[in-house]
């Protein structure tokens, strides 16, 4: 009779996750997460094929923490409150997770990005947001227009690269109601 596993996919994927955010992308390896579940690193390849799984189910993993976070954020059914409350929660999140974040943000091997489906899951609730403003013609536009702005101020925030003064927080908020404006046309 075999031995019984000694980890789980889920300890698996949330060991990976929490050397990603304390120490970086280089140091989740099969070998240190092997050691933090608690097994040999041999043993780590009856749970994943490779390192490129590994950083898939991560991927996924985030990806799904991530859309959760803006899904719930999207409940007034008012798309500029909708897109407000997104904001908040986008920033939220990748502030709480940057190595995360970084990596769903990054040019990584394509077997390391999250299925298609989830990819979609994220962008599902800005979507919906933006067409509730510009109709359906532009709803795609409006939300990559929408997801670069928030994306490139969370990330250049999370890089410690806003050193001018002032809040940035209070910058983004600025920015996102511009945005909404000019969608409103207000």
């Not at 043993?43 to 996924?60: I, P, Q, T, W």
Request: aromatic share 6%.
């Amino acid at each position: 009779m075999p031995a019984p596993s000694r980890t789980s996919i889920a300890a698996i994927t949330i060991a990976a996750r929490a050397i990603l955010e304390a120490e970086g992308l280089a140091a989740v390896t099969m070998q240190r997460v092997a050691v933090a579940v608690g097994i040999r690193a041999p043993s780590l390849y009856k749970h994943v094929r490779d390192h490129g799984e590994l950083m898939h189910r991560v991927a996924n993993d985030l990806a799904e923490e991530l859309a959760n976070e803006l899904d719930a954020a999207a409940f007034s059914e008012d798309p500029a409150r909708d897109l407000e409350s997104i904001s908040a929660a986008f920033r939220r999140w990748a502030a709480s997770s940057p190595a995360g974040y970084a990596l769903l943000t990054s040019p990584v091997p394509d077997s390391w990005r999250q299925d298609p489906e989830l990819n979609a899951r994220t962008s599902a609730a800005i979507v919906k947001a933006t067409q509730g403003l510009v109709g359906p013609d532009k709803a795609l536009d409006a939300a990559r227009t929408f997801v670069a702005f928030v994306h490139g101020c969370v990330s250049l925030e999370n890089a410690g690269v806003f050193r001018l003064g002032g809040d940035p927080a209070t910058a983004y908020r600025f920015g996102v109601a511009t945005l909404i404006r000019s969608m409103t046309g207000r």
